[in-house]
């Protein structure tokens, strides 16, 4: 029988127990469906608590269609929604274009029409909004704890399940998942400066005060474009902060990302223009010590996500690398929960082997589509032809201005098997639509950028609204 807790209608419990190993973005979303769903669910995090780490990022409609099954959550997503435009401009200050997200202009109906979604969100303020609901639904996360041997963890407490979702992030490695997407990680090339700061950070009076107003009438999701650099700019009434993506320097370095100050990474920025806007130096600078220079490192898409019994199924960033120009890494890591929870939920408990491989059938190739998304968009932002673009403002949907409806106008959860059970030949219908797949890697896109040959990614299939 249907339960209810917290306002969330919970299916019949099927008797599946679900140990999820990462209590980030994807994990805890994987705990919270799968409970939903009727699986008795366990979560297992590293660190003591949740991190304070991070700065923004972007959850599409796809990624929340389910919030509107969580009435707290959903008032609580309501508490930090960030309505804003998305601009484009030139590093002198000139405005090239702007617009809201692409779903905030569709006209169709969307997958998520009770949710106000934004293309900015606190990374920290959503993950708390999860950790509570798990925490109202009374799924026991165990902080400070490791996925050791197989079902036991570091600190000696054994749990075993039915299946375990190793949710533990691109850096890590679980033990006895030792295929598919356990591939070699990459240097990418590339670093990522990254930081939220409150507004209070900024002294009135001072060049960044002025950028900073535009927050007032609406918060900001700013690109400036460069020479082999873009930098973003959150301008929201309270927080504020920077990203941008630039050559790193260090590829010998161990660590994954240094705190630093911001004028120790300004020079990125001055090299790749000559000409910035002296208030977007100065926002740069008024950053306090403590920007997070995070390593983009890689694994090259793996088709296989399940060991081979099936039992084993990773989820996330754990599955599938992704570069934040994507503009979707958290998004498909919440795709992931809410398809595998439908999956386990079809098959019941004697079904959860055939559902973590139907899972992944379903989920491969749309994603690895995504995934070169990244590479796409991060090409188009370091390489843009600024004068074209402002002689032709139609040019202007450059990067993750366009992510096509294709992308962001899926309901994961909505015909999960509908198409294996009706007897037909498998065919993926999450992708652009007559999107012809064709197999990448990292070298090979390093091979095509050396080339100067261009990506045909997004006149691959259709890519519009
Ligand atoms: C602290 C933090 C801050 C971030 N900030 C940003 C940001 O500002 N902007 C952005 O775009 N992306 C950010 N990301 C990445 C973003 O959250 C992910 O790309 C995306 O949401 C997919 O999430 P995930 O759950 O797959 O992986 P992650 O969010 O990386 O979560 C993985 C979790 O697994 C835990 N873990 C790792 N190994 C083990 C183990 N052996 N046993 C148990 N637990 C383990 C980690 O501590 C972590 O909590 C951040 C990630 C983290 C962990």
Not at 174 to 200: C, E, K, L
Not at 299 to 306: L, N, P
Request: proline fraction near 5%.
């Amino acid at each position: 029988m249907a339960t209810i807790v917290d306002g969330v209608k919970r299916l019949q419990e099927n008797g599946i127990k679900v140990i999820v190993i990462g209590a980030g973005v994807a994990g805890l979303q994987a705990a919270l469906e799968c409970w939903r769903k009727g699986c008795n669910v366990v979560v297992i995090e590293k660190d003591e608590k949740l991190s304070s780490i991070g700065d923004f990022f972007t959850i599409g409609p796809s990624g929340s269609t389910t919030v509107k099954d969580f009435p707290s959550m959903h008032s609580d997503y309501h508490k930090c929604v960030y309505d804003c435009s998305m601009d484009l401009y030139t590093p002198s200050g000139t405005e090239i274009f702007s617009m809201s997200p692409e779903w905030k202009e569709y006209s169709g109906k969307g997958v998520a029409p009770d949710v106000d979604i934004s293309f900015l969100k606190r990374r920290s303020e959503y993950a708390r909004m999860q950790v509570d609901q798990a925490e109202r639904l009374h799924i026991p996360i165990h902080w400070a704890d490791k996925f050791g041997v197989e079902v036991t963890t570091a600190s000696g407490k054994k749990f075993d399940g039915d299946l375990y979702i190793g949710a533990s992030g691109i850096g890590s490695t679980v033990p006895g998942f030792d295929f598919g997407s356990q591939v070699a990680v990459q240097d990418s090339g590339y670093a990522i400066a990254r930081v939220a700061f409150p507004r209070t950070a900024v002294p009135e009076g001072s060049l960044a005060s002025e950028l900073v107003r535009a927050a007032d009438s609406r918060p900001r999701f700013r690109t400036y474009i460069g020479n082999n650099i873009h930098l973003i700019l959150y301008l929201t009434p309270n927080w504020l902060g920077f990203a941008f993506t630039h050559p790193d320097l260090n590829s010998a370095k161990e660590s994954w990302g240094d705190l630093k100050d911001p004028s120790t990474l300004i020079h990125f920025l001055e090299e790749a223009n000559a000409s910035w806007d002296p208030a977007v130096l100065d926002f740069v600078r008024a950053a306090p010590s403590g920007v997070v220079d995070w390593k983009l490192r890689w694994r090259d898409g793996a088709e296989q996500w399940t060991s081979s019994n099936g039992r084993l199924v990773l989820m996330g960033d754990a599955a599938h690398a992704f570069f934040p120009t994507s503009g979707n890494d958290a998004t498909q890591g919440i795709e992931d929960a809410v398809s595998l929870a439908e999956c386990l939920s079809i098959g019941g408990k004697d079904g959860v082997v055939q559902a973590t491989k139907v899972h992944n059938k379903l989920r491969f190739e749309r994603v690895n589509i995504l995934q070169l998304l990244g590479f796409v968009n991060r090409e188009e932002l370091h390489n843009a032809d600024v004068e074209a673009i402002m002689a032709d403002k139609t040019k202007a949907k450059i990067g993750y201005f366009t992510l096509g409806s294709w992308s962001w106008n899926h309901d994961p959860e909505a015909k999960c098997l509908a198409h294996l059970t009706d007897g037909k030949p498998f065919q993926y219908t999450n992708v652009p639509p007559g999107h012809a797949y064709q197999p990448w890697t990292l070298e090979s896109e390093n091979k095509r950028l050396k080339d100067g040959a261009k990506s045909d990614l997004k006149s691959n299939g259709y890519w519009g609204m």
